[in-house]
């Protein structure tokens, strides 16, 4: 299995672009995570999907953020308007299922700068 | 509400030597705990994991780490380092069995191993 995938892994925008993150997670995996990971705030959860629907998004900051999981294979990860900030490494994660007990399989990361 | 601390931002030691990642976390419940480690420019990696029964819990790349109930720790341990076992360790905590979007992590130990 390729594990999985993000794209893409650096990202170099200007203030105000809207930015598009992209995961392609593990096949059978029900349950998807986006994560934010900063020098200081450390890593957070940002978003929760389980069977493509999002069960939890109280990580997400503001409105200028969002996300979808359109199928099972795919989910996006979208700022607009990008702002200095939102500077950080994005993770997406998938497990068989939402529960503790299963384990997160992390893809690399997708290294956002927002000029 | 459940918290983790890592009290120990940057560990270094030579190579062959035993290392112990400390790990501390607050909770009024029953804990799930975790491990993972972190290579540099990759995503995050299991190491082990407890969920319950045995305190001693055996992870991959020869670490281990021990549940302290009392002491409400969770250290990693291992007897001989490596080179390759140079990264960013995070301890990580949730409350919930059904939800996986409620684990914490902690801010990271960065392991630096000296030939």
Redesign the interface.
């Known amino acids: 299995d390729a594990g999985?995938i993000q794209s893409p892994r650096h990202e170099v925008t200007e203030m105000g672009q809207e930015v598009t993150l992209r995961c392609k997670p593990i096949s059978g995996h029900n349950?998807l995570?986006w994560y934010r990971q900063t020098m200081m705030r450390?890593?957070e959860?940002l978003i929760?999907f389980n069977n493509n629907v999002p069960?939890?998004d109280s990580g997400m900051p503001e409105d200028r953020f969002s996300a979808k999981m359109p199928n099972a294979s795919f989910s996006t990860l979208k700022i607009q308007p990008s702002e200095p900030r939102d500077s950080a490494v994005y993770?997406c994660?998938s497990?068989l299922d939402?529960?503790?007990?299963?384990?997160?399989y992390?893809?690399?990361?997708t290294r956002l700068l927002v000029l | 509400a459940q918290s983790v601390t890592q009290l120990d931002s940057q560990v270094p030691v030579f190579e062959e030597a035993p290392v112990e990642l400390r790990c501390n976390y607050s909770s009024s419940v029953s804990v799930?705990l975790f491990w993972y480690v972190q290579y540099p420019?990759?995503?995050?990696?299991?190491l082990l994991?407890y969920?319950s029964g045995s305190t001693l819990v055996k992870g991959i790349n020869g670490f281990e780490a021990e549940f302290n109930k009392s002491q409400t720790s969770f250290h990693l341990r291992k007897p001989s380092v490596h080179i390759s076992d140079t990264a960013e360790y995070?301890c990580a905590v949730?409350e919930?069995?059904?939800?996986?979007?409620?684990?914490i992590?902690?801010?990271?130990t960065r392991l630096s191993i000296r030939p």
């Open positions: 999985v349950s995570f450390g890593l959860l929760y069960i939890d993770f994660a497990s939402g529960g503790v007990q299963e384990t997160q992390f893809g690399p990361g | 799930y420019n990759q995503g995050l990696q299991l994991k969920l995070f949730s919930s069995a059904s939800s996986a979007s409620k684990i992590f902690g801010s990271g």
